[in-house]
């Protein structure tokens, strides 16, 4: 009978990043970021011990963090017991040599409604405060720090890298 080696294929990627090619933090960062300037829509996962939910949701990238403005959803379940996330931004599969996404992984937190911070972002995202204050209740706004990086490209072979590039964030 048959047996997945669960172990193995998790160690996968680990393996094969101890014989690539790495880029220099700088260069890895600046490709990153531009990476996630390119975009504003990730899939969010959250966690908690009775449920999964990935969730498609806009991003607002500020100061090196993301944030999400939400009205609210099955997320905030796992957000209550589990503080660690998952974020997905990805180009449409194109192929085996044309492969572009970034995996994050981070902490998420809550900003406090009409806090200097949420202001902030609300002033990113050119939103009116007193239409924000018309609603029922204000927008909830999530914020996740990353905390590791994980930037697959496969256009990075031309220059003599791994197409999968790690980066440990370092706060």
């Not at 990113?124 to 990353?146: G, Q, S, T, W």
Request: charged share 30%.
């Amino acid at each position: 009978m048959w047996e997945m080696d669960y172990e193995s294929a998790a160690n996968h990627w680990l393996l094969k990043d101890k014989e690539s090619v790495h880029m220099e933090k700088a260069a890895l960062e600046e490709k990153i970021v531009s990476f996630i300037k390119g975009h504003n829509t990730c899939a969010l996962a959250t966690a908690s011990s009775e449920m999964v939910r990935n969730t498609p949701i806009e991003y607002n990238y500020v100061d090196g963090d993301f944030y999400f403005f939400s009205e609210g959803g099955l997320k905030f379940k796992g957000l209550k017991e589990n503080k660690n996330v998952g974020l997905a931004i990805f180009e449409s599969y194109g192929g085996f040599g044309q492969l572009k996404s970034l995996q994050v992984e981070g902490i998420a937190g809550m900003v406090e409604p009409f806090s200097d911070e949420y202001l902030k972002i609300m002033e990113h995202k050119k939103i009116p405060v007193d239409v924000m204050k018309k609603l029922p209740e204000p927008m909830n706004l999530i914020k996740v720090v990353a905390t590791s990086y994980d930037y697959l490209d496969s256009d990075l072979k031309k220059d003599g890298f791994g197409s999968r590039q790690h980066m440990e964030v370092a706060r």
